[in-house]
């Protein structure tokens, strides 16, 4: 029998090999999951921005006198 953990790897290492065979498969779905992922990152980016804008604009308005 297998230990938990050398089960759970072997899962992992399953999935990720199947994972890497379809991206081979069809590379359209790895163009689609690439331009996903850099979406993803401008949209964090911008997040972080607005909320930076929020916090100068009204967090520093409010200081103790």
Known sequence: ??????????????LLT????LFFLFP???AFAEG???SVLRLW???????LAVWLI???????K
């Open 1 to 14: 029998m297998m230990s938990p953990r050398a089960r759970l790897l072997a899962q992992f290492g399953v």
């Open 45 to 51: 980016w911008l997040i972080l921005l607005v909320a």
């Open 36 to 38: 996903a992922a850099v």
């Open 18 to 21: 199947v994972a890497v065979g």
């Open 28 to 30: 359209r779905a790895f």
């Open 58 to 64: 009204w967090g520093l308005g409010r200081r103790p």
